[in-house]
């Protein structure tokens, strides 16, 4: 009994936190919005009937939600070790090329096994990113944020390549590879949406990592090492063993989502493939507290965003990027829970009720806070 | 004169009582001694005095005007210097630079370094000090790091110096220098407050002791000379203790444990330089040294945790080879030098911290996942056999106090049945209590056959739990004796590299 | 023999071309890591130049405007990164990389609020090359030199000021005292926080000229992600180069030089997007085996009252 209310209130101070992050990204939005020109509430109201209103537009808030599964968890599943994969992006287009490659060029495959093969092909090339990275780092010491996003660069700029080149089928005008076996494509949910089966393996994957870190002792041994790397040695568990099982399955994870909106949306590799959802992994691990079931509803909650602004755009003049924007400002807020408590406590001085230490409860819940060491 | 007073000063850190209605006077030119154990509040009211803290409550008075410390800047501009016990030193910077920044002379927005050389130089030629300007504090013995310390607040003209623990990291022979350098303070007019909680240096250089216990002023003018060493520690912890008692061995037996030429190398250069020795079941084997002269090499090439240059080991009269993991599953316990930093993850529960490297044994695991119940269930006898005290065994580590955080620490290694323990430091910055708990169950793993090697650079400890001791200095063995044949003056200077023929000969 | 030269010439002139956004950048970056703050807000910082300077000069029709906007917003965004990181103690990777989600967030959205378009701003007034024909008249490096417009000199003198700052003045030698120990820094009377600020808003300010040079020096439009991870290869400058305004300077000669085989190589013997590669694989490089005997300054991520 006691058990359940410690982790109760332990979960629930990082749920506030998350909540309060969103409240406050939400309403600078409104803010931005506001000076933009706009009316904040009728933006708002749009946003939701447009995302929620309608069955169209609840198919496309969980199709909007699948890759954000995908790239939240990948971001958060390295971040188990304190490792920081900012390489989602890239991870993604690679596993997204390697799912289209398999897909198209392996023929006279079962759907059982075409699928299966298909889907594990991205997850394989984004794991072996993972591995270089962490292979850099150990071996090098270079630091996987720099190694990471200048591996995207890199990646996109291959793939685009591939795309407009080699692999480019002759009858096309725009970089794009050829269509993949109808073996090799998942199953639409809804017709004419792009809502596909991508989104019960996204779910899969959550709960899959949740198991492995709450439930194993590898997971108790990621655990140890993403809190005190040397506490990790002493006690005999390897730190480059640690770092290249969660980095391989980060970037595995991410590129699984490649090959799955290969596989579920867009049925081939094109450009442009990713809607920068790698970086927004980033805020929806952060909004999910870096917990692997909370991340399946922050990123459901940017889904309805983003599927409410898709909406919106074509009934008012407020612009799709401003999801992004909102997405930027919630990884701030969410990282700084002494700025909420901040916020938080301007309002107690006007005379509202007054709020618990949320960042002790924080640390309590999670134990997030990190060093920075320093090193790049 | 009465230079400084503070009256009922109280300070609390998150509804924790630090200082409780604390009185306290400084005289013009006197050395106090400023007594209590760890957690007594000794450096919290001296870093109110320095403006570090700002107390709850309490007044400060100055040569007899009340004043308002904000910040150092403002202790610093009355006159009050502080040296703090983790040096507040660049080690990337020069010793000069070192001293002057903050307060350095100018040409126009520009550094004049050339006139603060003189009046640096000037400093060091009035008081003695035997040091270079132009070299990088990194490359300074500790000894040499304090002495910019106490540099530092000389030139900025303080009056008052406070020394935080100053002979903590010093070997016998620095701390005598020190002590004619404060000596040499004393006369020139300055007042000086020692922080410490050895009763052995009060002795040797206070004019007068206050001592503080549990956050209250217990007395404020002791004369040392009117009391002894042992009515003193009474005051200080409120209680008869029992520290320094030896217990020797009673059945040492077989060799369990043989290092042979241990060479450890970092960067080129040898840091463990051909180590061999013994370690036989049911004896403390105690390394004595000055800290850095290769004791956390020698542990961590004999816990796995650094593969050595060169190294035969051989437990049980067989070799072992590997990495930490081996080494822990040959039931080799490691007790980590630094509990915080290597021993404990501070954000985990008690619970999870008690199986913390035994985690993948059987006991612990059912199939591919942990096993709740079992480590529950062993969490709780533990806390209960060791006395842990937590109010749950899912409370974080951090929530503990220090001796609480070691004991969990002990009761992790101690209850897997090791054969051979590797214990360093294992009472810092532990109180009283807890340091007679883990010397007692020390000795009484010892007594149950255990073979013990035991790091610390606390003399005192390894003098008193040793049964044999080794005396390490830059990496070498250079001498072995056994319990009670040196005295601490010897073995102090065995540490730091002197010839005991030579000196005792040239002396008596 | 001539064709030689002149292709050294083209090479040399947009060394220097390529390398004036890395230097101030870069310097920036030695600003912020020496007063202990983790600089991973550059890109951020350098979009947010980019994006205003453009503004800036949008509205004013004045490019030396535009200037000051890049340099103001680049402090806005660097403003962030302080009151997140040196204020509330966020992680300063966390807190680094909000500032580069928000600003390339608020570049896309105000492109479309401001303009109604995707992906670029209209075109604005720029800096041209510098009118000196005596600068032209120099042997060999003459022409080279004239070929490049006013800010690559500004960046000459900001890295021969920093410099100068960094190790010669009482004001330097504090702001390198709280990067390598806010702690002592702190107990010499010496404030800390308004060092750290000071330290990122310079890292803002610079970062924020390197982005309005791509935007108004190199082109005169912004475009969506010109900056092209040019605020993380700084980084790895600013630590290849010691920590140094000089060591960013070489640092940043020698990555320009590598950016500027690319127009020697594009669209001839290897496909664009193959040399384009190259500056993303010499970081990799770089940071991999270059920056092993640079040490960050000691204090960086520290805070003096923890």
């Known amino acids: ?376 | 004169m009465e230079l400084i007073k503070m009256t009922n000063i109280s300070k609390y850190f998150h509804h924790v009582v630090a200082l409780d209605g604390v009185d306290f006077y400084l005289n013009k030119g006197e050395i106090l001694s400023l007594l209590g154990e760890n957690g007594a509040g000794k450096t919290t009211l001296m870093k109110i005095l320095y403006g570090m803290i700002s107390p709850d409550s309490g007044e400060i008075y100055y040569k007899g005007q009340k004043v308002n410390f904000h910040r150092p800047l403002d202790a610093i501009n009355m006159g009050i210097g502080m040296v703090h016990q983790h040096f507040m030193l660049v080690p990337a910077f020069t010793v000069l630079e070192n001293i002057v920044a903050g307060a350095e002379p100018s040409k126009g927005i520009f550094l004049d370094i050339e006139k603060a050389r003189e009046e640096v130089g000037e400093l060091i030629r009035r008081f003695n000090f035997n040091i270079s300007l132009d070299d990088k504090v990194e490359r300074l013995s500790v000894g040499e790091q304090q002495r910019v310390e106490i540099l530092k607040a000389l030139y900025r003209k303080a009056e008052v110096l406070i020394l935080d623990e100053p002979t903590a990291v010093l070997t016998p022979t620095e701390v005598d220098e020190i002590f004619v350098i404060l000596d040499e303070l004393r006369k020139e007019g300055c007042s000086i407050v020692i922080i410490t909680h050895k009763l052995k240096e009060t002795f040797a250089i206070a004019d007068r002791i206050s001592v503080l216990r549990d956050g209250k002023m217990i007395a404020n003018n002791v004369d040392p000379k009117k009391l002894s060493e042992n009515e003193l520690s009474k005051m200080m912890v409120g209680r008869e203790i029992n520290l320094g008692v030896k217990r020797p061995a009673k059945n040492i037996g077989k060799v369990r444990l043989r290092v042979k030429n241990l060479v450890v190398k970092d960067g080129g250069r040898k840091k463990v330089d051909n180590v061999s020795f013994d370690l036989r079941d049911g004896e403390i084997l105690g390394i004595a040294g000055v800290e850095g002269n290769g004791q956390t090499e020698l542990i961590e090439a004999l816990t796995g945790l650094r593969r050595p240059e060169s190294m035969e080991l051989e437990l049980n009269g067989k070799k072992l080879e590997g990495d930490a993991n081996t080494f822990l599953r040959n039931k080799i316990g490691h007790v980590p030098e630094d509990r915080l930093a290597m021993g404990l993850v501070k954000e985990m529960s008690v619970k999870k911290n008690l199986i913390l490297g035994y985690h993948r044994e059987e006991d612990f695991c059912k199939n591919i996942f942990l096993d709740e119940k079992n480590i529950e269930k062993y969490a709780e006898d533990l806390k209960a056999k060791y006395g842990i005290k937590a109010s749950h065994i899912e409370d974080p580590i951090s929530a503990l106090s220090g001796g609480n955080q070691q004991k969990v620490v002990i009761a992790r290694t101690f209850s897997r049945d090791p054969d051979v323990l590797i214990v360093a430091h294992p009472t810092r910055g532990v109180d009283v209590g807890a340091i007679e708990y883990i010397h007692g169950k020390l000795l009484e793993l010892r007594d149950r056959g255990k073979a013990i090697l035991l790091i610390s650079a606390d003399l005192d400890e390894v003098m008193t739990l040793s049964d044999r001791i080794l005396v390490l200095y830059e990496g070498k063995i250079v001498r072995e004796c056994q319990q009670g044949e040196l005295s601490d003056v010897e073995l102090g200077l065995l540490m730091t590299g002197g010839n005991l023929e030579m000196a005792l000969g040239g002396e008596i | 023999m001539m064709e030689i030269f002149n292709i050294l010439e083209i090479i040399i002139t947009s060394t220097l071309r390529m390398s004036v956004p890395l230097i101030l950048a870069s310097t920036g970056a030695t600003f912020s890591m020496r007063s202990g703050v983790s600089d991973l807000g550059c890109e951020g910082m350098m979009i947010g130049g980019a994006f205003f300077g453009v503004l800036g000069s949008y509205i004013f029709d004045n490019a030396w405007i535009g200037l000051l906007f890049a340099a103001l917003f680049g402090m806005l965004f660097a403003l962030q990164h302080a009151v997140l990181h040196v204020t509330f103690k966020v992680n300063a990777t966390l807190s680094g990389m909000s500032v580069n989600l928000l600003s390339a967030a608020t570049a896309t959205l105000l492109l479309q609020i401001i303009w109604g378009r995707h992906g670029n701003s209209p075109r604005v007034s720029a800096f041209s090359k510098i009118q000196a024909d005596w600068l032209k008249k120099l042997p060999v490096i003459g022409e080279m030199l004239a070929e490049q417009n006013i800010l690559f000199y500004l960046s000459l003198v900001i890295v021969i000021l920093a410099w100068i700052y960094m190790f010669k003045t009482n004001s330097g030698l504090r702001l390198r005292m709280v990067g390598e120990n806010p702690q002592a820094a702190n107990t010499v009377g010496i404030n800390v926080v308004a060092y750290k600020y000071f330290g990122v808003l310079m890292c803002g300010l610079l970062c924020g000229l390197g982005g309005a040079y791509l935007s108004l020096g190199q082109l005169n439009i912004f475009v969506d992600g010109m900056t092209g991870g040019r605020g993380y290869i700084a980084i790895v400058i600013n630590a290849f180069g010691g920590f140094s305004p000089i060591g960013s300077l070489l640092g940043s000669l020698f990555f320009g030089f590598f950016e500027s085989l690319q127009t020697i190589f594009q669209g001839k013997l290897i496909p664009s997007n193959i040399v384009r590669m190259m500056p993303y694989i010499l970081t990799i490089i770089v940071l991999s085996i270059g920056i092993r005997s640079s040490k960050a300054p000691a204090g960086v991520g520290k805070y003096h009252d923890e």
């Open chain 1, 1 to 376: 009994m006691k058990d359940l209310k410690r982790k109760f209130a332990a979960g629930l101070g990082s749920f506030k936190l998350s909540f309060f992050a969103l409240f406050f990204a939400l309403l600078t939005g409104a803010i931005a919005i506001a000076l933009s020109g706009y009316s904040p509430i009728e933006t708002y109201k749009a946003i939701i009937v447009g995302s929620l209103g309608s069955k169209q537009g609840i198919i496309l808030s969980l199709s909007s939600a699948t890759p954000l599964i995908f790239t939240g968890l990948a971001f958060a599943t390295a971040y188990k070790v304190k490792m920081i994969n900012i390489g989602a992006e890239g991870q993604l287009y690679l596993g997204a090329m390697a799912g289209a490659v398999v897909g198209a060029y392996i023929t006279g495959l079962p759907r059982l096994v075409h699928i299966p093969l298909t889907l594990l092909s991205g997850a394989l090339v984004g794991g072996l990113i993972g591995i270089l990275v962490v292979f850099l780092k150990v071996k090098f010491g270079a630091s996987e944020i720099i190694t990471t996003i200048m591996l995207n660069e890199i990646i996109l700029l291959f793939t685009s390549y591939l795309s407009s080149g080699p692999l480019k089928p002759e009858d096309s005008v725009i970089p794009q590879t050829h269509v993949i076996q109808e073996t090799a494509q998942l199953t639409r949910l809804a017709p004419r949406s792009q809502l596909s089966s991508a989104i019960f393996i996204a779910i899969a994957a959550a709960v899959l990592i949740h198991i492995l870190i709450k439930k194993t002792p590898l997971g108790y041994e990621i655990q140890v090492t993403g809190l005190n790397r040397r506490a990790a040695e002493t006690a005999g568990i390897s730190i480059t063993k640690m770092y290249l099982i969660t980095f391989f399955l980060s970037g595995a994870i991410a590129g699984l989502c490649g090959s799955s909106l290969v596989m579920g949306v867009n049925r081939r590799f094109v450009e442009g493939i990713s809607a920068n959802y790698g970086y927004s992994g980033i805020s929806v691990a952060a909004l999910g507290a870096y917990n692997p079931l909370s991340i399946i509803f922050s990123a459901t909650l940017f889904g309805i965003l983003k599927s409410g602004a898709i909406t919106l755009n074509r009934t008012t003049a407020v612009p799709i990027e401003f999801v992004d924007a909102i997405q930027a400002v919630v990884v701030a807020y969410v990282a700084a829970p002494r700025l909420i408590e901040a916020v938080l406590s301007l309002k107690n001085k006007i005379g509202l009720k007054k709020e618990k230490s949320l960042n002790r409860q924080q640390n309590l819940a999670e134990g997030e806070v990190i060093k920075d060491d320093g090193n790049i």
